[in-house]
């Protein structure tokens, strides 16, 4: 079979997997259409607090259970580390059948919580905890009263109670409100389908005194009811009911996500975008400025052959170029942490390609999380090749070492911070807590998948040929004048990190926000053109600084690169302190510390990826400039 019929043979192959693929829907997302009277099951995903940060299983308090028992569902990697824990309830609602109210749990009676019991709903209560329930795999929302009538706001849960000077009131009456879009079928022919497009559930605390009949309970006026008051540490009888109500709608079941992913200041994320552009074209125009005027100029006077005198005289980034790409003091560290930069980089440029074209909708729970992980993993084969080359280029040896602390390094201090947190997680008792086998998971994905990629990537690029320098390296070193004070390195770290923040400071408040308070962050588009513009900033302000440190000439350009660029990690770690001062409303010790821990874990991943940005941009500036001087 020659090679013609080869690629048409995989034209077909192509072809048939298209035409197959047009027709599947990713698990989760594609749309259930219910009949008349079909019964649809409520499922609990866990509670949260802003205030403490700790999700807990839906049953770690004694709500009223399913008469058939508890079933969990089955969770991927992405759910488990976001402490989701999926599960069947007693809720239960009928396609297109109002119920004015209905009493859980009737044959068994009222729930009767012990004095420990009581003590634990008020300790949740008093912090602030809601509740996350799933219908058709669309969350619970709430509606957020807004100064302006015109547009609506929800808020993903619904408030577990309340606390009134001191008392703590349970909600103990849910009132759910289903929006339905009918589908008719393209044929014209059979039963119109009903599609679930809208789940809001209205919270009250409601002291019923005693129920009759599990389906004739009464739902009291909103004005003048009592509520359902929970007291410490005291025996208390609660009542758990809830009312279905089905509205029509005109929101087509591709839509029913807008609620929670039409954010309403989406025209701060335009001003995110045109502020980043400005400095963009700001930078821009300082590095044209130094390539057009400055550099031009510097190499139009040395490669000038009429004075043979001037030759003798060079001054400048030309005087140290025997030095320049002389290999940096602990070379075997710097690749290791260039290797661990490009893996990251990898990494969030897919999934953020992936994420802009909806392939990781928040239908598919915990999606975004797992892509992450599996592509970190996957990615180890670019990053293993990239850092050989350039241990090899270093003139490095002990390849097999440096190879397995680029794949050991990030993975390891993740782990290790993240384990011990687990302990403080575990003791609180909280579904956040990641189970003794998904940590084995993790680590036979990092032992059997990334470590072996990065190893092998490792192989072949220690393999290839060095990169290719325009100067030779002399054999001794020459001295490196005294440099003015505005040229220590901590001072450009503070300067060159300025302008990149500012870049991205806007779309890390929503970052912060998804993370830490509960919300729904799905503006992936714009994210990834500010990842562009962070790109492109990064690389012109530590292209500009270190052509002012070589005309110093002082050549060691290489650490300088990497800290310059990562500078914007210090920033980041900073605003992480103003958030958690003006945002958050944590109080307590173990909240704080998962709160500081994660967020020195993400400034020094933003620090991988910056300086790893930075340094390969300037080792490119770098090598094109000394190529167009001629050096005798």
Request: hydrophobic fraction near 45%; charged fraction near 15%; glycine fraction near 6%.
């Amino acid at each position: 079979m020659d090679w013609l019929e080869r690629a048409s043979l995989l034209s077909i192959l192509w072809t048939y997997v298209i035409c197959q693929c047009a027709g599947f829907y990713l698990p989760g997302v594609a749309p259930v259409e219910y009949k008349p009277g079909e019964e649809v099951e409520v499922k609990a995903v866990k509670m949260t607090s802003v205030k403490t940060q700790l999700p807990y299983d839906y049953y770690s308090l004694p709500f009223c259970k399913p008469e058939k028992g508890i079933h969990y569902k089955p969770e991927n990697l992405g759910e488990v580390l976001r402490g989701d824990r999926i599960v069947s309830t007693p809720y239960k609602v009928q396609v297109l059948k109002d119920e004015k109210c209905h009493a859980l749990c009737f044959a068994a009676g009222a729930v009767k919580f012990n004095n420990k019991q009581s003590s634990s709903f008020y300790n949740r209560i008093s912090k602030d905890y809601a509740i996350h329930m799933l219908l058709d795999n669309l969350p619970a929302a709430t509606r957020i009263p807004s100064l302006d009538e015109s547009e609506v706001q929800f808020d993903d849960g619904f408030r577990l109670g309340f606390l009134i000077n001191g008392k703590a009131y349970l909600n103990n009456h849910l009132d759910f409100v289903i929006r339905y879009h009918k589908e008719v079928p393209s044929s014209g022919e059979g039963d119109e389908g009903v599609r679930i497009v809208g789940f809001e559930v209205n919270a009250r605390s409601i002291q019923y005194e005693s129920l009759t009949s599990e389906t004739e309970c009464t739902v009291p006026a909103l004005k003048g009811s009592k509520p359902m008051e929970i007291v410490k540490e005291k025996e208390t009888e609660v009542w758990f009911t809830f009312s279905v109500t089905w509205v029509p709608s005109d929101v087509r079941w591709a839509s029913r996500w807008d609620i929670f992913l039409n954010m309403s200041d989406v025209q701060i994320h335009w001003f995110s975008i045109i502020n980043s552009l400005v400095i963009v074209l700001f930078l821009s125009g300082i590095l044209a400025m130094i390539m057009i005027r400055t550099l031009r100029k510097d190499i139009a006077k040395y490669n000038k052959e009429e004075d043979v005198d001037d030759a003798v005289e060079e001054t400048g980034w030309k005087l140290i170029h025997g030095d320049v790409f002389r290999p940096p003091q602990h070379s075997l560290l710097f690749t290791v942490l260039v290797g661990s930069g490009i893996q990251i980089f990898s990494m969030m440029l897919v999934v953020l390609v992936l994420a802009m074209f909806g392939m990781l909708s928040p239908a598919s729970r915990g999606a975004l999380m797992s892509a992450s992980i599996v592509l970190y993993a996957m990615m180890g084969v670019f990053s293993g090749f990239y850092a050989g080359r350039l241990f090899k280029t270093l003139k490095g040896l002990q390849w097999k070492k440096a190879a397995v602390a680029t794949g050991s390094l990030f993975p390891c201090v993740v782990f290790g911070v993240s384990f011990f947190l687990n302990f403080f997680i575990w003791g609180k008792k909280s579904s956040g807590a990641v189970p003794f086998s998904t940590m084995l998971a993790l680590l036979f994905m990092f032992l059997g998948i990334c470590m072996p990629l990065v190893t092998m990537g490792f192989y072949f690029g220690f393999r290839k040929q060095p990169y290719d320098h325009p100067v030779r390296t002399n054999q001794i070193p020459r001295q490196v004048p005294e440099q003015p004070w505005y040229m220590h390195p901590a001072l450009g770290m503070l300067t060159s990190g300025v302008l990149p923040f500012g870049a991205v400071f806007i779309e890390l408040f929503f970052i912060f926000s998804a993370i830490w308070q509960n919300q729904f962050y799905y503006l992936f588009g714009i994210l990834f053109l500010v990842f562009v513009i962070l790109i492109i900033c990064c690389s012109e302000i530590t292209i500009v600084l270190v052509y002012f440190q070589l005309c110093g000439e002082d050549y060691r350009w290489w650490w300088r690169s990497f800290f310059l660029s990562g500078g914007c990690a210090l920033y980041v770690l900073a605003y992480s302190f103003f958030y958690f001062h003006s945002k958050l409303e944590i109080t307590e010790f173990i909240p704080a510390l998962l709160y500081f821990s994660y967020s020195g874990l993400i400034a020094l991943t933003f620090w991988l990826l910056t300086g790893t940005i930075g340094f390969w941009a300037t080792y490119y500036f770098i090598s094109q400039i000394y190529s167009a001087v001629k050096i005798d």
